[in-house]
């Protein structure tokens, strides 16, 4: 439920949600719910349910016993701000958040008129950032709806980029990371349309993060865009580091 990650923009997964529904063009090859169902089929307790959401309180409170600060995607196999997620709920994981500042927090949803909805009650300390997918221009609405959510870092994850995404208003935006979709099925992407974000965020001087072309053996397609990498990431933020004394001090970290 907590794992190192081979996500390039991540260094490890928080689940304390399993499962979640389709919503959107993007879902439609979701990973998550093809892991989900082969962990259920392998007997895995946690995912007795499959990708039916599930709640998995007894996993809230894990990051407290991580003493060293870890950068963490929450919600890998989930959404945190799915409706049946109670609102009480999505409180508690962000209590946990709040009250474990040496960790950078990345949480990501498709779900942003609801975020949008719950952001006033929620607090938005420096280490949680959050965004929200766009896999196509009928959904630039998730972006207006980030843009008056009160995070430190807000940013956009882009895969799967399924079409091109003209005139993509990054205004308020602090990063943005691309990729193709990956895994049995995937539809292609073209590299123009790559290109054009990075162009994008070039102009509104927005960090870029090309994560993957996917395909069947994303391993192979790689990563180049134009012969290089791009790994940029938002400007640094205030990361709190255990003392061996005990308490907490401030770092700096160049790259989350």
Known sequence: MAQGSSIEWTEMTWNPVTGCTHISPGCDNCYADRMANRLKAMGTERYRNGFDLTLQPDMVALPRKWKKGRTVFVNSMSDLFHKDVPA???????????????????VLTKRAKRLKR??????????????????????????????????AVRFLSVEPLLEAVPDLNLNGIDWVIVGGESGPGARPMDAGWVREVREACSEAGVAFFFKQWGGTNKKKAGRLLDGKTWDEMPEPVLR??????????????ARL
Do not use: I
């Open 88 to 106: 009480e709920y999505v409180g508690r994981v962000f209590k946990t958040m709040v009250e474990t500042p040496r960790h950078q927090y990345q």
């Open 118 to 151: 719950l952001a006033p009650d929620l607090p938005w300390p420096e280490n949680v950032w959050m965004g929200v997918s766009v896999e196509g221009p009928s959904y630039y609405h998730r972006v207006d709806a980030l843009r008056d959510v009160p995070a």
């Open 240 to 253: 709190w580091t255990a003392q061996p004394t005990g308490g907490l001090a401030p770092g700096w970290c």
